[in-house]
């Protein structure tokens, strides 16, 4: 029999698809051990707002779960032009940002079409791009030794955009990385862009940045008809769980990008958990400042155990072992702590690990003692 691999195109018979953080049930029943911790997918350490669960549990009556969602969003759309200052027409909603990267690459790329993006950037750029049959073409990122260790290398992306380019996919802050790019540099590319060239800003992990880092991508969209800016509610929002981001661009991006977008693909608990997250803004400081103070303590506590850190604007750091960092990532699976081997993004010796409470990030450092005594035995 011919095996069905065959019969696909291209690009999705041969990508590997996306591997995600290890879940704590996962861990336990293999290991047969309990209270494990998670710090390996750089989700919110305080869960979500209060509010959030309120509002989910007010929603839950009657007759929601035999109805289907409002398909345009038009609530949570009114609550994000409020924040953005963008009209309606300019958002589309997606099942997490992860699914507003993959409609991109399902409208504009396919064989002969090509998009770029930095080496060690974020697992989805290639899959999304492969899945579309397109072509990936990655450009080197920055050395270890300059000023933004792996960072991304503008120019050298810049360098590779021709007639076959359609889509340029930049996250700031990165992910696996942390490192951002500078507003200025940002603005120079973008100038230098050809215009029938789509660059999307994966601002993920944005609310993490210190302000006067950030990207002001709300501004530049009238400037810039051809970006994307996209952004999630997984992260310092806490509802990971709910599969909700958006994407902010030109009316004309977005009208393609809803003609390929499933039918109801934001579910009505995610319409309304989304609503009420952006409402509490205490609870997004709460969470920044947790991050702040916890990603000094454990830069501290990782460098004086001589690890390498990659500079982070977001909630996790990604360091260095100085060696093959799997064995020391099982030994702290084997203490009950879970973070995130980055041998499938090129960097075999770091591991990633999210900011945690207090209580976890001092786990994860007597977890990592453990096993970096292990792993030099």
């Not at 038009?74 to 997490?96: M, S, Y």
């Not at 200025?184 to 944005?206: C, G, K, Q, R, T």
């Not at 009505?268 to 702040?292: C, G, I, P, W, Y």
Request: glycine share 8%; charged share 20%.
């Amino acid at each position: 029999m011919t095996p069905f691999t065959d019969l696909a195109m291209p690009g999705p018979a041969t990508l590997k698809p996306y591997t995600p953080g290890k879940p704590v049930e996962v861990l336990e029943r293999e290991l047969g051990i309990t209270g494990s911790i998670k710090l390996a997918s750089n989700e919110n350490p305080l869960g979500c707002s209060p509010k959030v669960i309120e509002a989910a549990q007010h929603a839950m009556q009657g007759e929601f779960f035999a109805r289907y969602p409002d398909a345009s969003g038009f609530e949570l759309k009114r609550d994000l032009c409020a924040k953005h200052g963008v009209q309606p027409e300019q958002i589309t909603l997606g099942n997490g940002s992860n699914d507003i990267l993959c409609l991109l690459a399902q409208s504009l790329l396919g064989p002969g079409r090509a998009s770029v993006f930095s080496q060690y950037s974020f697992a989805v750029y290639p899959i999304a791009t492969a899945a579309a049959s397109g072509e990936a073409r990655i450009a080197p990122a920055f050395a270890p030794d300059t000023d933004m260790p792996y960072g991304h290398d503008l120019a050298a992306m810049r360098g590779l955009i021709d007639d076959s380019v359609r889509l340029v996919f930049i996250a700031n802050p990165n992910n696996p990385t942390g490192t951002w790019l500078q507003p200025d540099d940002f603005s120079a590319f973008m100038a230098d862009v050809p215009a029938d060239v789509i660059v999307v800003l994966d601002e993920a992990y944005h609310d993490y940045q210190p302000a006067e880092a950030r990207i002001n991508a709300e501004a530049m969209l009238a400037q810039y008809p051809n970006l994307v800016v996209t952004r999630t509610f997984s992260k310092v929002y806490g509802i990971a769980a709910m599969r909700i981001g958006y994407g902010l661009s030109h009316p004309d991006i977005a009208d393609v990008l809803n003609r390929v977008r499933q039918p109801f693909n934001n579910n009505q608990l995610a319409l309304t958990a989304a609503r009420a997250a952006l409402a509490d803004h205490n609870f997004v400081e709460q969470s920044v400042k947790l991050n702040t103070a916890g990603m000094a303590e454990l830069n501290a506590a990782l460098k004086a155990r001589g690890m390498t850190c990659i500079p982070s604007h977001a909630n996790f750091i990604s360091f260095g072992v100085g060696y093959d960092a799997a064995p020391v990532y099982e030994a702290m699976l084997r203490e009950g702590v879970i973070v995130r081997p980055l041998a499938g993004y090129g960097l075999p010796q770091h591991l990633r690990v999210t900011v945690g409470t207090d209580d976890e990030n001092a786990r994860f450092i007597k977890a990592l003692d453990v096993a970096l005594g292990q792993a030099g035995a």
